[in-house]
């Protein structure tokens, strides 16, 4: 392809330049290894199995020492959420029981429960002529 | 030994007259590092030589060779995450994952040479490698497809687009 020639001319010079320093095959065959690295492999294995045995008796002891009540699984019945307490507002107790005339309120011994009677009159209903 | 009618001197034979070709493909992969890429290829000669790596005569031999040498240096760049290369990394504050090319090294080229290689650094890696084998190798663009696993059409594009952004950087760089 003769549109290609630029390139080629580009190619061919980095070529020649690349032959200058190509060492002979024997030297590259018969080059000293590099010096083994060592095996970091083994060691991350060899710090797991460590880690394994200092942790492992540390942890069978200490769920041997948990309670055994504790380990039984909470009934779903028994079960209450930890933000349970949010819904424990004031007054609460109002809203859960049926107020008797004449008794103070549940958790207000202050206020009683009484008809106003100075309240304006019930609205009578609607007249048809 | 006899492999595939390939005697081991007639092997050692073929692994010395493409020893230029071989290095420059090897120098390649392990971009542009001489001593990386002379550890690489010993490696390689070394698997060929004793059998490790057989050529089963279904491509020409340069272009099974090179192949080896690709997947040698694909394996190493694995190998050394699987060595826990940070950690090592860590341990002898060393970088030296993929060296680049040696300061002395890069000074003893040509300037318009070097402006040339970092032009065909900046293209896509596919690109580069069917420019380099195409090109560099003197392969035609069905065997780099062969070599590099990939289809002829998959080749050609990457070949062609190659091309063409190799010559908008070289305008740039004013190096036509």
């Known amino acids: 392809m003769s549109d290609d020639a630029d390139l080629r001319e580009n190619f061919a010079s980095l070529r020649i330049e690349d032959l200058r320093r190509v060492p002979s095959f024997t030297q590259v065959v018969g080059r000293s290894r590099p010096a083994s690295r060592p095996d970091f492999r083994l060691a991350a294995g060899v710090l797991c199995v460590l880690a394994a045995l200092v942790a492992g008796p540390a942890l069978w002891q200490s769920r041997a020492r948990a309670p055994a009540s504790k380990g039984a699984a909470t009934s779903l019945t028994d079960w209450r959420s930890p933000t349970d307490f949010l819904l424990s507002t004031a007054g609460l107790q109002t809203w859960r029981t049926v107020p008797v005339i004449g008794e103070p309120l549940p958790g207000d011994p202050g206020a009683f429960l009484h008809f106003n009677d100075t309240g304006p009159a019930p609205r009578a209903g609607r007249e048809h002529s | ?176």
Not at chain 2, 76 to 91: G, Q, S, T
Not at chain 2, 120 to 129: N, T, V
Request: charged share 30%.
């Open chain 2, 1 to 176: 030994m006899r492999r595939y009618g390939v005697t081991n001197t007639n092997m050692q034979r073929e692994l010395e007259q493409l020893h230029e070709s071989s290095l420059a493909w090897a120098r390649y992969c392990c971009r542009q590092s001489t001593e990386e890429a002379e550890d690489l290829l010993q490696e390689v000669y070394l698997r060929v030589l004793d059998g490790r790596a057989r050529f089963d005569g279904r491509s020409s031999f340069k272009t099974w060779l090179f192949a080896v040498i690709r997947r040698a240096s694909r394996a190493r760049i694995r190998a050394r995450w699987l060595h826990l290369d940070l950690l090592e990394r860590w341990f002898r504050a060393e970088a030296h994952t993929i060296r680049e090319a040696e300061p002395a090294q890069r000074f003893q080229e040509s300037e318009r040479n070097q402006r040339f290689r970092g032009a065909l650094a900046r293209l896509a890696q596919r690109q580069q490698e069917v420019l380099h084998l195409v090109f560099y190798q003197g392969l035609t663009v069905e065997e780099s497809a062969t070599m590099l696993g990939i289809s002829l059409g998959s080749a050609r594009t990457h070949f062609a687009r190659g091309k063409q952004r190799l010559r908008e950087l070289l305008q740039g760089e004013d190096l036509r």
